[in-house]
């Protein structure tokens, strides 16, 4: 369901969503198809340093568990599956959207490890 469309919002939840949140990814992902080469290549490099930061302090905390394997494999399956979509070409939403939930993963863990 298209949240604009909620019928549940009153004009003022519309408009601020429109003003928003919702607008700023709007402009990112119009920015991100307008370059999408270039943007591609920077965004495997960043996303996977990040990545790559998260596992350091992740193993670094102390012995390896499930749980902390566990987190290490979403953060690798995370980061691979944005970098499969540049290489397979596919939408620039999805992969956008893939560069985004990488991201965040990322640095929740960086964050979570630092507390």
């Known amino acids: 369901m298209d949240v604009l469309n909620n019928p549940d919002l009153t004009h003022s939840d ?3 969503m ?3 949140p919702l607008k700023t990814y709007n402009n990112l ?3 991100f198809k ?3 080469m270039g943007y591609a290549a920077i965004a495997i490099i ?3 340093c990040l990545g790559s930061v998260a596992v350091m302090l992740l193993l670094m905390h102390g012995r390896p568990t499930a749980v902390e394997m566990f987190v290490v494999f979403l953060i690798t399956i995370f980061c691979m599956a944005f970098n499969a ?3 397979a070409q596919l939408k620039s939403k999805i992969a956008f959207n893939l ?3 990488s991201v965040v993963f990322s640095c929740s863990v ?3 490890y630092l507390v």
Do not use: H
């Open 85 to 87: 979509s540049i290489l």
């Open 110 to 112: 960086i964050v979570a």
């Open 34 to 36: 307008k370059g999408r």
């Open 46 to 48: 960043g996303q996977s």
């Open 14 to 16: 519309t408009q601020r």
């Open 99 to 101: 560069l985004i939930l």
């Open 18 to 20: 429109e003003n928003g």
């Open 29 to 31: 992902l119009a920015e």
